[in-house]
């Protein structure tokens, strides 16, 4: 699973199927068997290995998250929303369940409750360029564009948004060469 790639993945998939099975109780198993397959983008199959995980223990937080994390990029966002606020009540310094709570409630249209989540994702994570970004998107549709903007910034930041020195001398050498390059 660490390794990366769609090989790896498949057979992480199928090592903790099989821990699972050997040990039904085993929740990490279930909880990184989602994650393989929410690499895989597939979805139905990962929300399910969320879910059981937490089925086999309800205290699971990091589970919750991930669950929510996946629920998120699936479109269902009152369920992630529920999920996110077991995990922030119970562990109020989780800063990446902060984040993901903030977008969550901006992509509901939830802005004031995206700004509060995300200024707490920020003030835990202050590099978590996510935590940033969706500050920046709350903060704009609340028409509050100075620290939109600043947020947006700290976001390009974080990210390494800028191409650096090599992108630059590309952009510029192929603008000379190939009358290409134009900004808009």
Request: proline residues 2%; aromatic residues 14%; charged residues 20%.
């Amino acid at each position: 699973y660490m390794k990366g790639y769609r090989q790896n993945y498949i057979k992480a998939g199928q090592d903790f199927e099989s821990a699972l099975k050997l040990d039904p109780t085993y929740s990490t198993a279930a909880l990184y068997a989602g994650r393989v397959y929410n690499a895989l983008y597939e979805d139905q199959k990962a929300l399910q290995f969320f879910r059981e995980a937490i089925s086999i223990d309800p205290d699971y937080m990091e589970a919750r998250a991930s669950y929510a994390a996946a629920l998120l990029d699936s479109g269902q966002m009152t369920e992630a929303v529920r999920q996110l606020n077991v995990v922030t009540q119970r562990n109020p310094k989780d800063g990446m369940a902060w984040y993901l709570l903030s977008q969550a409630y901006a992509r509901e249209g939830d802005y004031a409750d995206g700004i509060t989540s995300a200024q707490q994702a920020v003030k835990l994570t202050p590099n978590n360029a996510e935590a940033h970004f969706w500050l920046a998107e709350s903060l704009r549709q609340k028409h509050e564009c100075v620290q939109s903007e600043n947020q947006y910034n700290a976001y390009l930041s974080l990210s390494n948004f800028n191409s650096g020195f090599g992108g630059k001398l590309d952009y510029y050498v192929a603008g000379f060469l190939f009358g290409m390059g134009h900004k808009k």
